[in-house]
């Protein structure tokens, strides 16, 4: 068995003394496990840092072994983002959030293409608004999407201001009522109006990660969701 | 193994689980010390009993000692005003090689993981800040690894120490002695560009 593609690193585990079990994800193929032979080693271990963009080569005998992966390196993302106190831990939590959601070698294509492109955003122009449309992506792919098009209550695409944390639909102000108090604050910014402050941006986060909790958690066995999303939520509110 | 004595056997089958050993290497080290058993192997042997009765973390800084403060920590002629945080003991150890610092030392015991569910209370972080409020410590040294895990971990140290007062400092990243640029990865040039200075 073989197949060559790109993908991103989410995550690299050492594997007895010098080699890592490196988690991939690519288009084709999903989330893809396999081993790198030297992968701890001084020359291999910065190209598998988290968000890493690698051309790889996966090799087993049968289909069902790990195999091992020959990779060269296609770019770095972490550097560049080493001395941002909010890029970076946004990296992680993407990263790992990747890991916690997807099934092995099941190929989500817009998903990776999205995860691509929000990866390259991070720390540059508008990337919170950028993050946040992921998790959304993220939801919707695996099965949790949310309908922000148009009110639950009256049907109008105007005036969108929350979210029914139950249903995951959006509720305009008017049709909320009495009942705003126990909806999700939706920020305007998801509703393509403007960017997203850091305030807006946890608003976002604070509405996803309800989902992510309550729905997408229970789903994949009440594991917790990764603590890196957690501290990411947290850098982002000590910035407010 | 070593032709059937099942002790010398048992005593190979230990040493081969030792990073950098294998059942080859460890017999040789076992034939080796053998051979010189009053030399070597006596007061390997005692040595080792020892320090596995002796050895423990240094309450103070997480080192490695056999006594309850370590010898770093004990020594009076070093700086009490600036601490070094490191990821682990072998870094600590890997600093101390280098004889370039003065000050103490704290050991965190790893790096805020998300792959290992590894959260600021696993750490040694609380400690941390405490510390730096109790010995009125005027500059921390951010010494972790330049891997998105250390990283991460050195932005939320800076965050719990920001009221503290104490001065905040990180390792330079770039360009390694003897290294040639042709051989560095693009991130490794790519800090050390950003780190320039005057020349």
Redesign the interface.
């Known amino acids: 068995m073989e197949w060559r593609e790109q993908g991103i690193v989410l ?1 690299a ?1 050492r594997h007895g ?1 010098s080699s890592c079990i490196v988690e991939l994800f690519t288009e084709e193929h999903g989330r893809h496990l396999g081993v790198v032979r030297g992968g701890a080693g001084r020359r291999m271990a ?2 598998l ?3 890493a963009q690698l051309d790889a080569t996966w090799r087993a005998r049968l289909e069902a072994h790990i195999g091992s992966y020959t990779i060269e ?1 296609v ?2 993302r ?3 983002l ?2 941002d ?1 909010l890029a ?2 946004a ?3 993407l ?2 959030l990747l ?1 916690f959601a997807l099934a092995e070698r099941d190929p989500q294509p817009p998903l990776y293409r999205t995860s691509f492109a929000t990866l390259d955003a991070l720390g540059r122009g508008d990337w919170l608004v950028a993050y946040l449309r992921w998790e959304l992506v993220l939801l919707e792919q695996t099965g949790f999407g949310l309908d922000l098009a148009r009110c639950a209550v009256t049907g109008a695409r105007e005036g969108l201001a929350f979210v029914s944390p139950r249903t995951g639909r959006a509720v305009s102000r008017e049709g909320a009522g009495a009942w705003a108090g126990r909806l999700l604050p939706l920020p305007e910014c998801l509703l393509g109006q403007g960017p997203a402050t850091p305030s807006e941006a946890l608003l976002g986060l604070r509405m996803t990660g309800h989902f992510l909790q309550r729905r997408l958690a229970p789903a994949l066995g009440e594991r ?1 969701v ?3 999303r957690a ?1 990411f939520v947290e ?1 982002l509110a ?1 910035a407010v | 193994m070593s032709g059937g004595n099942r002790e010398i056997d048992a005593l190979i089958d230990v040493l081969a689980r030792l990073p950098g050993l294998g059942p080859r290497s460890a017999r040789r080290a076992v034939l080796h010390m053998i051979r010189r058993r009053e030399a070597l192997m006596s007061p390997l042997a005692r040595t080792m009993a020892h320090v596995a009765e002796t050895a423990r973390e240094c309450t103070r800084c997480g080192n490695i000692s056999t006594a309850e403060t370590c010898p770093v920590c004990a020594d009076p002629a070093r700086s009490t005003g600036e601490i070094c945080v490191v990821e682990d003991v072998a870094d600590l150890w890997a600093m101390e090689r280098g004889g370039a610092f003065a000050g103490r030392y704290h050991v965190l015991g790893g790096t805020l993981s998300a792959l290992d569910a590894v959260g600021p209370e696993d750490l040694g972080i609380p400690k941390l800040v405490a510390r730096v409020r109790e010995e009125e410590i005027s500059e921390v040294i951010l010494a972790l690894n330049a891997t998105v895990d250390g990283q991460t971990t050195a932005h939320y140290i800076a965050e719990a120490l920001a009221d503290t007062g104490a001065r905040l400092t990180s390792l330079a990243q770039g360009v390694p002695i003897g290294g040639e640029l042709d051989y560095l990865d693009d991130g490794t040039i790519q800090a050390a560009l950003a780190a320039r200075k005057a020349f």
């Open positions: 995550s585990r003394e910065p190209l840092q988290p968000g390196p770019r770095q972490a550097p560049s080493m001395g106190r970076l831990p990296l992680s939590s990263c790992a890991s917790p990764p603590g890196a501290r850098a000590r």
